[in-house]
């Protein structure tokens, strides 16, 4: 309830500020005891640590920077930031309003052209008057460990939860995401009406979806040990409700959801939900059950618990639109929300990250900060799992197929609802019985490594997105621990393969960190990983790191002289970073006739690019010349030859060449896009490397479980 | 299995001495006017019986034949200055020929051409309205900041030879290449008859590259078979439009489509940007914008992760590619959806069809390669002119 301070609110909002991080589909460890939330009590949180920390600094701040503010008090929407907002009232007195809200942030186009290690991140939350005043603001900024973060934001995002204090007034709330590094912003204003704390007033708020529940993960701010438990804004629904704010549903099933009105007709249960699409046509019209009624803080205000079959659209973006009657019949309330339809197969499985920070104090910079549990318990494996994993590996070595498709099943199985624990129990028993092997044959692990490097890829193939995420956490589990107990360099080269194996595999939009992941974990085991060091060094490129490029292209280059690519890579950098005479020289062997087409293709076109740019293009003709010998029909090439007879007054000759480009003469792609994509031979060599271990690797599992067997057996 | 049978019944029904006429009459090109590139050659043949074959020759080399009307090829001539024998031969189901031959000429080069008569393309606007009925008293020119003399005048439908540069880049999966193929085809579709246009569709390489043509059949039977894949080599495909356009006579235009994002070329924009001042060419920009691309300022900024450029040089790029097209006296169109391309491509065809043409001999020209500012202005307040702003002395 909003508390007789004696603060003046005017000045001064009041704010508790929830922060979670919305986690890509990977796991992260086993969770510690907690105590779940009943429907008796309040959705009390109590304190658990045991996540992955996400290093996370805050500061508070008064205000925003001019620019920002023009910004947020602009009726200006839009911005390369994905922002989505929704507000609720919670609590109501003569005094004013407390508002909830829930922000979520895109976390692609947040990580969008971010360098460096570290990503700062600013919110402010505003709620302006139509005179352009300001009742009530919060604005918290706040730095990520990028190294850590990033695999949760590509795909996911970061939520805001917090409450604002506001005196009777009415308001727009808007809300301004920057990066303050890069200056990318996103600001939204926060659709429907805001309450006023003028009587009578009516309203219903936007549909509140919970986040899928699949999945909470803690975390613990340092020193936070004994903070007291926050009480969730949203606990007068019964349930600890973190409402998204662009929903996903799947269509074709039955969807539930609150809302939260005052002003309801009484002991209405008329309430019905319209389907539109994203123009604002209409595309369905559906009557929806009221299930549960329950008072809400808000004085005679009601959360109402409906639910309505979804009808099932094409995947897309749609508005969800609740209407009820008021009191006042010629008067319906309607709240809206956008949302994903998503396909009714879609496995769940976001996770949260949630870190509550208690009321702000009074004092600057005393921000102390409670975690929370999610639903998760302690984890152990499971026996029967154990058993029938190491059952089904008998079979890898003579029948790998039927061997997969067993171990495939088990998976399925063990995953029915793919919540955590689930999760978590299958790692551990897989993990269990790979441990049973290595204490036999260390050497073996290597076979179940590449179980689970194809069935990855078997995953991958059907879309099976859970299953595949549990066999990429898999290789990265057994390549990690085949390097550990095997202990020879040889055991360590296989397990960075494998490990650069998944990387490349995972190197596309929406996987791109958990693939330069991959990689690091690779160069950790072996730090002279072709694939791995030349996988990052074109990641860095990409990113405009280049400094950084050279500090893996270097010792490439260095341990193999026979990388053309890396060569290539390394003189093109060297360029960007020194300009000096050692990316020539470097540019001059990647031209020799060893070298694939590709390479020398680039290699003489970046040697001419520099003379032309310095205008010697005599020069630049004996060079391209001496290209087009080395590469006949070049596009680039020509194009540059015949620019360099333009500059040398021979527009003809020019002309000439010009004619003959073009028309498709057999390439599928040019040197310059090859040199775009990711580095692919390496990989391959990495591939088959792994590919002619495998029968070895087999034997030894056969080997080892033979002898775990008669162990077993012996026991007995 | 008719023909045949009448073939061989037709010497005894015909008068004893008569032969079966076959008159050939070629229609197209027309007689007297010079011939190149791609021509389309038809004929009439009149006969008393069915034609079997018409077989058509240029300068003695065959060319085509059509076995049923419309008896009509398109015959690729090259760009010389040359004369063309035309000889067509219709063969009638009885084995009677009959033939025509036409000779076009060559253009005669017997006058003095004042090879620095400089001409500007002029659209007038007011009120966003085109302005269509200024007439020669109401422009000033000022070139090196001298007032000019203007000596040519003239508005309307010009004939223009025009580079149309589509991007197929995986950037334009989907609607948006298909939009970009229509908007093009209907700009081909607007095309008059002495208009010639060249077709290039392009990636990070050239796709497909038509020859110059005023055949819109020619052009779109290329645009059949593109899908969108690889990356974007604008600047490289700027040039060579630019290139291409040197050797056409009159108006030359370039129509570019893309979202100007250049991420493959092995040329600069700024170095295109010394070919686009050479050539004066009109440079229209069709561009494909992310409506959540960040502005601040002047300075877009696409949001990309690339091998070959960072941040800056895409910003670099767009600037530079702007200014490029704003000297031509050309105009960037923004489309933000696929459904924009094809009005776009309509809206710089209605443009060219209204523009004025203003034609002077520049003063002190020196030769020298640098670079000389004009200035159109006119007397009437409230029109808007776009107009080329210099051109390379040399």
């Given amino acids: 309830m909003v508390s007789a301070s004696s603060r003046p609110l005017a000045v001064r909002a009041a704010a508790t500020i929830v922060l979670c991080l919305l986690a890509a589909v990977h796991a992260g460890r086993a969770q510690e005891p907690a105590k779940a939330p009943t429907a008796a009590q309040p959705a009390a949180l109590s304190p658990t640590p045991a996540a992955p920390q996400v290093v996370i600094h805050t500061r508070r701040r008064l205000g925003v920077p001019a620019r920002a503010a023009a910004l947020l008090l602009s009726g200006q929407q839009g911005g390369p930031l994905g922002v989505s907002a929704l507000a609720v009232p919670v609590a109501l007195a003569a005094s004013g309003v407390r508002l909830f809200f829930v922000v979520d942030v895109d976390g692609s186009s947040l990580l969008a052209g971010v360098e460096g290690p570290v990503l700062p991140v600013e919110i402010a939350v505003y709620a302006v008057n139509p005179q352009g005043g300001v009742g009530g603001s919060v604005t918290e900024a706040f730095t990520l460990d990028v190294d850590r973060a990033a695999e949760y934001l590509v795909g996911g995002g970061i939520k805001f939860l917090g409450t604002l204090d506001l005196p009777p007034a009415r308001y727009a709330l808007r809300v301004l995401v920057r990066n303050e590094k890069t200056g990318r912003f996103g600001v939204i204003e926060v659709p429907g009406a805001l309450p006023t704390g003028e009587e009578p007033f ?362 053309s690519e890396a060569r290539l890579r390394l003189a093109i950098n060297v360029a960007r970073v020194f300009s000096d005479r050692r990316s020539h020289d470097l540019l001059q062997v990647c031209t020799g006739p060893t070298n694939p087409e590709w390479v020398r293709a680039v290699a003489y076109q970046e040697l001419a690019s520099s003379l032309i740019q310095a205008e010697r293009f005599e020069q630049a003709e004996g060079l391209l010349r001496a290209g087009l010998t080395a590469v006949p029909g070049d596009e680039g090439l020509t194009m540059q030859l015949a620019y360099v007879l333009d500059r040398e007054r021979r527009p003809l000759e020019a002309q000439a060449l010009a004619k003959d480009v073009g028309g498709g003469k057999g390439v599928d792609v040019s040197p310059r896009f090859r040199y775009s994509e990711w580095p692919s031979e390496d990989l391959a060599r990495a591939r088959e490397a792994l590919k002619t271990s495998k029968a070895t690797a087999d034997q030894a599992l056969a080997a080892a479980l033979g002898a775990a067997g008669k162990a077993a057996g012996g026991a007995k | 299995m008719i023909a045949p049978l009448i073939a061989a019944l037709l010497p005894f029904l015909l008068p004893a001495g008569a032969t079966p006429q076959v008159a050939v009459t070629i229609t197209s090109p027309p007689a007297g006017y010079a011939a190149f590139g791609q021509v389309s050659v038809a004929v009439e043949v009149k006969a008393a019986e069915p034609v079997r074959r018409v077989v058509f020759f240029v300068d003695d080399r065959q060319v085509g034949s059509v076995s049923a009307p419309p008896f009509k090829i398109v015959a690729s001539l090259g760009d010389e200055n040359v004369e063309h024998r035309f000889r067509v031969v219709a063969t009638t189901a009885s084995g009677v020929t009959g033939e025509a031959t036409l000779l076009t000429p060559r253009i005669a080069v017997d006058q003095e051409v004042r090879f620095d008569l400089q001409q500007l393309y002029v659209s007038a606007r007011e009120n966003g309205q085109r302005v269509t009925d200024l007439k020669r008293e109401d422009f000033k020119v000022i070139d090196g900041g001298e007032d000019q003399e203007i000596t040519a005048f003239a508005r309307g439908d010009i004939p223009f030879a025009a580079v149309v540069l589509v991007d197929s880049s995986i950037s334009m999966q989907g609607e948006p290449l298909t939009a970009a193929l229509a908007g093009a085809q209907a700009f081909l579709g607007g095309m008059r008859p002495l208009d010639e246009v060249k077709l290039i569709v392009y990636c990070d390489h050239t796709i497909t590259a038509t020859p110059f043509t005023s055949v819109p059949e020619v052009l779109e039977a290329s645009l059949g078979s593109v899908t969108a894949h690889g990356g974007t080599a604008l600047a490289d495909h700027l040039y060579l439009g630019l290139k291409l356009l040197e050797q056409r006579q009159g108006r030359r235009v370039v129509v570019l489509l893309s979202d100007g994002v250049d991420s493959h070329s092995a040329l600069s924009v700024s170095e295109v940007l010394f070919k686009a001042r050479q050539s004066q060419a009109l440079i229209y920009w069709i561009r494909l914008e992310d409506p959540k691309q960040v502005v601040e300022g002047e300075e877009e900024l696409p949001p990309l992760f690339s091998a070959w450029h960072d941040k800056v040089w895409y910003r670099e790029t767009v600037r530079t590619l702007r200014g490029a097209v704003q000297e031509s006296g050309g105009t960037i169109t923004k489309v933000h959806q696929p459904s924009e391309i094809g009005p776009a491509f309509r809206g710089i065809l209605e443009e060219l069809r209204e523009q004025y043409v203003l034609g002077y001999y520049p003063r002190d020209l020196r030769h020298d390669g640098s670079w000389r500012k004009v200035k159109v202005k006119v007397e009437r307040s409230g029109v808007r002119l776009l107009a080329r702003e210099g051109y390379l002395d040399f």
């Fill in chain 1, 202 to 563: 009516a309203f219903l708020s936007a549909p509140l979806v919970a986040e899928p529940a699949s999945a909470w993960l803690l975390a613990r701010e340092a020193g936070t040990e004994g903070a007291a438990a926050e009480v969730h804004p949203l606990s007068f629904l019964g349930e600890a409700t973190v409402p998204s704010t662009a929903p996903v549903l799947p269509g074709g099933t039955v969807t539930r959801l609150w809302v939260v009105g005052r002003g309801l007709a009484p002991g209405s249960t008329n309430v019905s939900v319209r389907v539109l699409d994203i123009g604002g046509r209409e595309l369905a019209k559906i009557p929806a059950a009221v299930v549960v009624r329950r008072e809400a803080p808000v004085a005679n205000a009601t959360a109402l618990r409906i639910e309505f079959p979804l009808p099932a659209f094409a995947p897309g973006q749609y508005t969800l639109e609740v209407s009820t009657p008021s009191m006042n019949p010629d008067i319906p309330l309607w709240g809206s929300t956008r949302f994903l339809m998503a396909e009714k197969s879609a496995a769940g499985g976001s996770q949260v990250w949630v870190r509550f920070a208690l009321p702000a104090s009074q004092e600057q910079g005393v921000r102390p900060a409670v975690a929370f549990v999610g639903k998760a318990g302690r984890v152990k494996a499971s026996p029967k799992i154990v058993a029938t994993y190491t059952s089904t590996l008998r079979a890898l070595p003579t029948d790998p197929a039927a061997a997969q498709a067993a171990v495939a099943e088990l998976e399925a199985a063990s995953l029915p609802t793919g919540k955590v624990a689930e999760w978590e129990t299958l790692v551990l028993s897989e993990t269990e019985a790979a441990n049973t092997v290595a204490a036999v044959r260390p050497d073996a692990v290597l076979a179940l490594v590449l179980l689970h490097s194809d069935l990855q890829r078997s995953y991958s193939l059907r879309k099976s997105y859970l299953l595949e995420a549990h066999a990429r956490r898999m290789i990265e589990e057994l390549a990690v621990l085949y390097a550990e107990k095997d202990k020879s360099p040889q055991a360590k080269i296989m397990a960075a393969n494998a490990l650069a194996n998944l990387g490349g595999s995972l190197q596309q939009p929406g996987t791109m960190v958990t693939s330069e992941r991959m990689f690091r974990r690779a160069l950790e085991l072996d730090p002279d990983n072709p694939a791995a060091l030349i996988a990052v060094a074109a990641t860095m490129e990409r990113i405009g790191q280049y400094k950084r490029a050279l500090t893996l292209l270097e010792p490439l280059v260095k341990a193999h002289p026979e990388n």
